[in-house]
């Protein structure tokens, strides 16, 4: 099983993951069309967000801002209060969590 190197060296995943995020980037409409759509449908006091494979997290954290950010956006257009939000960050215990742990205050000042 591979595991990604640690912390933002140069051979770390957080500064090779720029395909990924590329692909991320193109997909994000669609994710958050699917995920307005859900919120829309069922208006859950509660949403969660699973990253069953995060990595050190970097693209994690820009994908569940995004998402985050378009249920808020929905929420005050509808004039509602917006869910509480749960994110669960998962991946091999071998991987750098602390790379995730340090990117949360930044993530927690946007919202």
């Given amino acids: 099983m591979d595991i990604m190197k640690e912390g933002v060296g140069e051979t770390s995943y957080a500064k090779n993951s720029s395909f990924q995020r590329s692909v ?5 409409p669609f994710i958050e069309e699917t995920i307005v759509q859900l919120y829309c449908t069922t208006f859950p006091q509660r949403l ?3 990253d069953l494979g995060c990595s050190t997290g ?19 257009k509808l004039g509602r209060s917006p869910p509480e939000f749960q ?3 998962n991946d091999l215990p071998e991987n750098d969590f602390n790379t995730v742990f340090k990117s949360t ?6 919202f």
């Fill in 105 to 110: 205050p930044n993530f927690y000042e946007k």
């Fill in 48 to 50: 969660t967000i699973a």
């Fill in 58 to 76: 970097t693209n994690s954290i820009f994908i569940i801002s995004e998402l985050l950010k378009a249920i808020s956006e929905v929420c005050q």
């Fill in 87 to 89: 994110v669960l960050l």
């Fill in 24 to 28: 991320l980037s193109k997909v994000k």
